[in-house]
Nanobody, 127 residues
């Protein structure tokens, strides 16, 4: 059983930056792709970014491309999401995710989600 714990959320002004972290409880995830999703009030959860087990393959939602960077160490159990030039529309609860069908970034590209979620961390961007 893998658990994920996110941290790093908070309140920031428009144009500011935050870095989120997600720590997995098991080294099982070192060969799994991991991803970030977010859910704003009244909206459905949406994909943000994903990264493969090596840290080399990455995939981003168009809405965050060029502003967010996902990273992890090769065989690492921690994945980070560096968020810059934040906008009010980035306000949401951000969730870490892993355990997709084939454990690859391709799963996220195809709209898949993993079976394991963290509890989420709130990011609020004030205008």
């Amino acid at each position: 059983q893998v658990t994920l714990v996110e941290s790093g959320g908070g309140l920031v002004q428009t144009g500011g930056s935050l870095t989120l972290s997600c720590v997995a409880s098991s080294r099982t995830v070192t060969t799994w792709a991991m991803g970030w999703f977010r859910q704003a009030p009244g909206k459905e959860r949406e994909f943000v970014a994903a990264i493969d087990w090596s840290g080399g393959g990455k995939f981003y939602a168009d809405s965050v491309k060029g502003r967010f960077t996902i990273s992890r160490e090769r065989y690492g159990t921690t994945v980070k999401l560096e968020m810059t030039n934040l906008k009010p529309e980035d306000t949401a609860v951000y969730y870490c995710n892993t355990g997709t069908r084939s454990s690859r970034v391709q799963d996220y590209r195809l709209g898949g989600v993993g079976r394991t979620w963290g509890q989420g961390t709130q990011v609020t961007v004030s205008s």
